[in-house]
């Protein structure tokens, strides 16, 4: 192999690769990335068997081949370069990396027993603009569930119905749903779970490419999503995303209306003085909503924010990182919070807007 191309290029996609590796003694190849050049160009690939990426590389391929050398090492040492241009040559199963001033070599192990990336068959698809999912992936990620004990909530759950896809998340205490167009859908709904760190690392590489299309594939228990040079390949979550759109509230006993950024602002401020339970606590009153927060070792921090309000005066305990994270995923100068009591869950969304919708349920303090 010899091929040569821009250190800006290689950077960003042995950046992007390196994420992707797998951490496997057993099978230490894992750690490494493969690269293969030919009339094509460069392309790059890394996976740990759960998922991978395959990224094209631009440049001049003057022999095709491949190697298979440590992402670690190989990406820390592209950082290094201070030169534009970079040569890369396979010597004895090693990587070359040359430039003006600058001349290492790489040890490469056989590229023959880098594990093959899976090949789908697909059985639906559908299309969207590469910036609106990477947003409103953001939206939903938070609410994934980080424990082993319902695995069909430990990713974010994809459902495509005409030209609209839903995505939604659920760690049991709170939420999220963001709903999206699409084009090129599915002839008849199709629905998966894609795994957490897979929709984590789809949302960093959708936001490099935020003028691109990308294209979703789904087939035998897999996904397959392309945009711009990028192709990401993943198992799914086997099972069932539960039945939730029973749960979000559609009457409130007391509905507010408020500034996104001034509650915002009063709910971080309140994080400061929360006791273990992370718990803020919200009184609603005559027009008025006071955030309240107190720890006995730090102290106690009180602020009044005028809303629009009617029904009843309630108070309700939240944690603070939940309340948070749903705030944060609307992107309105106002918006609406519905609630029934103190142990009813609440709902989040944007005042003119139905999506997204954020769900959280209140803290039991008694």
Do not use: W
Request: with cysteine; hydrophobic share 40%; aromatic share 6%.
């Amino acid at each position: 192999m010899k091929f040569s191309c821009r250190k800006e290029h290689l950077e960003r996609a042995l950046s992007s690769a390196e994420r992707f590796v797998g951490k496997n003694i057993t099978l230490p190849i894992l750690g490494n990335v493969l690269m293969e050049a030919d009339e094509h160009g460069l392309t790059i690939t890394a996976t740990n068997l759960e998922y991978a990426i395959e990224i094209r590389v631009p440049g001049d391929t003057r022999r095709p081949g491949k190697v298979s050398v440590p992402a670690r090492v190989i990406s820390s040492l592209v950082q290094t370069a201070r030169e534009e241009k970079l040569e890369l040559e396979v010597k004895q199963g090693n990587l070359s990396i040359a430039s003006d001033s600058r001349q290492s070599r790489v040890n490469g192990m056989p590229a023959d027993d880098f594990p093959l990336i899976p090949k789908i068959k697909k059985t639906a698809g559908f299309s969207a603009d590469a910036d609106v999912l990477s947003r409103a992936l953001a939206h939903v990620m938070p609410a994934i569930s980080s424990s082993d004990f319902k695995p069909e909530l430990g990713g974010a759950f994809f459902q495509v119905r005409d030209t609209t896809l839903t995505l939604a998340a659920s760690d049991t205490f709170r939420l999220a749903e963001e709903e999206i167009g699409v084009t090129k859908g599915p002839s008849s709904p199709v629905s998966c779970i894609v795994p957490q760190r897979t929709a984590q690392e789809l949302g960093r590489i959708l936001g490099d490419y935020k003028d691109e299309t990308v294209d979703v594939s789904l087939g035998d228990n897999q996904i397959l999503m392309r945009v711009g040079p990028v192709r990401i390949t993943s198992r799914l979550i086997e099972g069932a995303f539960p039945e939730y759109r029973a749960i979000i509230p559609g009457q409130f006993d007391t509905s507010v209306f408020v500034s996104r950024d001034e509650f915002l602002s009063a709910v971080r401020s309140s994080s400061i003085f929360v006791s273990k339970l992370q718990e803020v606590a919200l009184h609603f009153s005559h027009g008025i909503l006071e955030v309240v927060s107190a720890n006995p070792e730090v102290g106690e921090y009180r602020t009044k924010i005028k809303i629009s309000f009617t029904g009843n005066d309630t108070a309700v305990s939240f944690n603070y990182r939940y309340l948070l994270d749903g705030v944060q995923a609307l992107d309105e100068d106002e918006m609406f919070l519905g609630l029934s009591g103190s142990t009813s869950p609440a709902l989040l969304r944007n005042k003119s807007r139905n999506t997204p919708t954020y769900v959280v349920m209140p803290i039991r303090l008694t």
